[in-house]
């Protein structure tokens, strides 16, 4: 399908769905922006409400709740915020295989609970084309409750999706992907928000240092630093800088990997 037929379903599609008031599952991230982007534009024709919901996790960076504040708002979206705990409300403290759908089951339950109150029957969340072709586990359970994923249903890309954020001129277009923390850790490893902590501040402290794609994985006491091919040269040039950094987290080791930034490279081994 060619990206304006693709564009076209999904404007009717969330045109329809916004005959009614919606809710989005919104982090701020590019995915969800477009979506409700969107569908707040289409309301404004059918005069319903809009709600992006953000799930406030310690396992997502502090940063990602300021940034969708003012992204909803930039919208015209009605923003709700809801706190949860998920080391200890979704069975996922020693990082499972499973996490990402135990995860996700307790978050949109809690979210479709919250749309309930609202009397709220479409509930929507920004999964795209292309996270149908890898380890996702947590699509099986936004299927299992019934969220719909529209980004999914009409295949876009995401270089798709970024293109049709900056049509929009969503100011989170080009906002690189911050998945869950827990993807920092291999699986079977114990989480602790203090270890999540030192990651997400390492990785914050790479980030202003000009790196756009970045993971700060860790095995124990080893810190392995992904980043794009591009940005080794780079990365090497201010090592001693990264070392002084990393090294008040009790890293032993301080390491880049050759193989450069993988989305998922934690699944690898995972069948």
């Given at each position: 399908?060619e990206?304006?037929?693709?564009?076209?379903?999904?404007?009717?599609?969330?045109?329809?769905?916004?005959?009614?008031?919606?809710?989005?599952?919104?982090?701020?991230?590019?995915?969800?922006?477009?979506?409700?982007k969107?569908?707040?534009?289409q309301?404004?024709?059918?005069?319903?409400k809009?709600?992006?919901?953000?799930?406030h996790?310690?396992?997502?960076?502090?940063?990602?709740?300021v940034i969708a504040?003012?992204?909803?708002?930039?919208?015209?979206a009605?923003?709700?915020?809801?706190?949860?705990?998920e080391?200890?409300?979704?069975?996922?403290?020693?990082?499972?295989?499973?996490?990402?759908y135990?995860?996700?089951?307790?978050l949109?339950?809690?979210?479709?609970?919250?749309?309930?109150?609202y009397?709220?029957?479409?509930i929507?969340?920004?999964?795209?084309?292309?996270?149908?072709?890898v380890?996702?586990?947590?699509?099986?359970?936004?299927?299992?409750?019934?969220?719909?994923?529209?980004?999914?249903k009409?295949?876009?890309?995401?270089?798709?999706?970024?293109?049709?954020?900056?049509?929009?001129?969503?100011?989170?277009?080009?906002?690189?992907?911050?998945?869950c923390?827990?993807?920092r850790?291999?699986?079977?490893?114990?989480?602790?928000?203090?270890?999540?902590?030192?990651?997400?501040?390492?990785?914050?402290?790479?980030?202003?240092?000009g790196?756009?794609?970045?993971?700060?994985?860790v095995?124990?006491?080893?810190?392995?630093?992904?980043?794009d091919?591009?940005?080794?040269?780079?990365?090497?040039?201010?090592?001693?800088?990264?070392?002084?950094?990393?090294?008040r987290?009790?890293?032993?080791?301080?390491?880049?990997?050759?193989?450069?930034?993988?989305?998922?490279?934690?699944?690898?081994?995972?069948?």
């Amino acid at each position: 399908m060619e990206y304006k037929e693709k564009k076209h379903l999904l404007i009717r599609y969330l045109s329809e769905l916004t005959k009614d008031d919606v809710a989005i599952a919104f982090s701020g991230g590019v995915d969800s922006s477009l979506l409700l982007k969107i569908c707040c534009n289409q309301a404004k024709q059918t005069g319903r409400k809009v709600y992006a919901i953000t799930l406030h996790t310690m396992l997502h960076p502090a940063t990602d709740l300021v940034i969708a504040k003012n992204v909803a708002k930039e919208a015209g979206a009605l923003h709700l915020v809801l706190h949860v705990d998920e080391l200890n409300e979704a069975g996922i403290r020693f990082n499972p295989v499973d996490r990402c759908y135990l995860c996700k089951k307790c978050l949109f339950q809690k979210l479709k609970e919250k749309a309930a109150e609202y009397e709220i029957t479409h509930i929507l969340e920004g999964t795209n084309g292309e996270d149908l072709n890898v380890y996702r586990p947590g699509i099986r359970a936004v299927q299992e409750l019934g969220i719909l994923s529209p980004l999914a249903k009409y295949g876009f890309t995401k270089e798709e999706v970024r293109q049709l954020a900056e049509e929009y001129h969503i100011s989170v277009a080009n906002r690189p992907s911050t998945p869950c923390m827990a993807t920092r850790f291999p699986y079977g490893t114990e989480l602790s928000y203090d270890r999540i902590k030192e990651v997400e501040s390492g990785e914050e402290w790479l980030r202003e240092k000009g790196f756009y794609n970045v993971r700060l994985r860790v095995h124990d006491k080893i810190a392995r630093i992904e980043v794009d091919k591009e940005s080794m040269e780079y990365l090497l040039s201010i090592k001693d800088e990264i070392i002084q950094e990393l090294s008040r987290y009790g890293y032993d080791y301080i390491t880049l990997d050759l193989m450069g930034f993988r989305s998922g490279s934690m699944d690898i081994h995972v069948k």
